[in-house]
């Protein structure tokens, strides 16, 4: 088994050895998160819920290995380089209308792959949408981005966003991260500034006993200090729950400061660990955690009916 190193272990090792980032790798990143959610489905209670997402996922790896989004532009880099931002931040970018087909293709794609009828309903609306008002659609796109749940339909959302992720993964997994500026905003994804999903203690490699945060939207992974809330950087008042004779390796890394919580996965424990399907497979630990008065600090980019 692998050891893991305790915070004060980690800050006397040399901070420059340990990498900052993790960029997605475009060949595997849908895939090992589809193949992961089949096998969480397996005597889970949303056993239904995560085989249709594994379904839109599978569709996203299809989509994804057909797409290339325009670079950013390079005065948009220099500029984030200047003043230490995320350089693709997804609020507020001009995205290619392009998009708009990858979604058809991927929605096409989940249609053809035998999802029960209200799913394929939702697909079929949406196409109509993408086709018919492609303003109310980037309207969509916008508040699901901003986390405006509000203003989106909770059933649509999670094809839309699935789009966003392609789009935004395929922009991060052909990123130069020599690029990214040195320091980065605390909280958000140094690539697209959206928040992170959970968090990751991995093993292996430099990166051994590391714990990384997972963007929701492109799919980076990005180094923190264990013991620190992801939400409010507080080093104190962290506690981690878990369920009682629950699978190891799964805590929810709370905080008495900011009262929210994340998950983080341990990956001495399970080495097949991700954070989104991981997350989604977990609810029991989220109506635990709200019972015990923390709030989510950021919802799961698949799910927009929360419990
Ligand atoms: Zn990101
Ligand atoms: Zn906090």
């Known amino acids: 088994m692998q050891r893991i190193l305790s915070r004060g272990e980690i800050e006397s090792l040399d901070h420059t050895a340990i990498p900052r980032f993790g960029l997605p790798v475009r060949a595997t990143v849908f895939a090992d998160r589809a193949a992961r959610l089949r096998h969480l489905a397996q005597d889970n209670p949303a056993s239904a819920y995560l085989l249709l997402m594994a379904k839109l996922v599978d569709a996203q790896q299809r989509v994804l290995s057909g797409f290339s989004a325009p670079e950013a532009p390079a005065e948009r880099l220099s500029l984030a380089q200047a003043h230490g931002m995320p350089p693709m931040q997804a609020i507020g970018w001009q995205r290619d209308p392009a998009w708009r087909g990858m979604l058809v293709a991927m929605l096409d794609h989940v249609a053809g792959a035998g999802v029960p009828e209200p799913a394929a309903k939702v697909c079929a609306q949406l196409k109509r949408l993408a086709h018919e008002d492609s ?140 954070a989104v399907a991981d997350d989604l497979a977990t609810l029991p630990l989220d109506v635990l955690m709200g019972e015990e008065g923390y709030l989510r600090a950021s919802a799961n980019p698949l799910l927009w009916q929360h419990p």
């Open 135 to 274: 303003a109310a659609l980037e309207t969509m796109a916008d508040a699901v981005l901003a986390e405006r749940d509000g203003e989106v339909d909770s059933a649509m959302a999670p094809f839309v966003m699935a789009a966003l992720q392609v789009y935004w993964t395929d922009l991060a997994g052909r990123f130069d991260e020599r690029q990214l500026p040195v320091v980065s905003p605390f909280g958000v994804c140094p690539v697209c500034a959206s928040l992170p999903v959970a968090s990751v203690v991995r093993i292996g490699g430099q990166r051994d006993g590391c714990r990384y945060l997972c963007c929701s939207l492109c799919s980076t992974q990005w180094h923190l200090v264990r013991v620190t809330c992801s939400h409010c950087e507080q080093t104190e008042g962290i506690a981690y729950h878990s369920i009682e004779g629950g699978p190891e390796g799964i805590k929810a890394e709370s905080c008495d400061h900011c009262h929210t919580y994340r998950k983080i996965f341990y990956h001495d424990k399970d080495q097949y660990f991700e």
